[in-house]
C-alpha cells in the first residue's frame, strides 16, 4: 500500500427506526458531505483501489454517495470496522493493502481518529498537526497518509467538510 484515505461516514440520525445504533442512516447534511468528500478527494487524484466500508448502514451510504466521485476495482463491506479500534482498522487495511495501491476505509470514530493521531505520531509529524487530529475528526473528514516501502505512514492531507484542506 502506498496511500492510506481515512474517511469518516457522513453525519447519521441520531436515532434509527430499528432501535439500533449499526441501523442509523444518514441526514441529508450527511449525504451532502459524503459526496463532497467524494469529490474533493477525486479531484485531488485521491483514488482507491480498494475500499473497506463498515457494515453500518451509515457508513455504506456514505461509501454510495461517495462511489460516483471515486470508481473502485473492488469494494468489501466488513461488518468488524463496525466501531472498531485503531488496530483493528489499520490491521484490515494493511492486510488488503498488500496487493493495492490505495486503501480507502470508511468507518467510524474513535477509532479513525484514534488511528489518525496514531499514524501522526509514528510518522514524526508536528506536535501542532498531532494536537488537531487530537480535537477532533467530525463527519465527513478523511485523512490521508503515505506509506512507504518500509510500511511508515507521511501525513499527506486533510479534507474537512466544506472542502477545507489541511
Partial sequence: MDRLILLRH??????SASGEDFDRQLTSTGRRESLEAGE????LGFMPDVALVSGAARARETWAAA???LPCPEVRYDDRLYLAEAPV??????????????VMVVGHNPGLQELIVMLLIEGAAAPQLIA???????TGAAAVFLIDANGRPAFDGLLMPGGRRH
Fill in 40 to 43: 474533493n478527494l477525486a479531484h
Fill in 67 to 69: 462511489a460516483p466521485a
Fill in 132 to 138: 488537531r487530529a487530537k480535537a477532533g475528526f467530525p
Fill in 89 to 102: 482498522i489499520r490491521e484490515a487495511a494493511d492486510a488488503v493493502g498488500e496487493q493495492a495501491r490505495t
Fill in 10 to 15: 457522513g453525519d447519521a440520525e441520531r436515532h
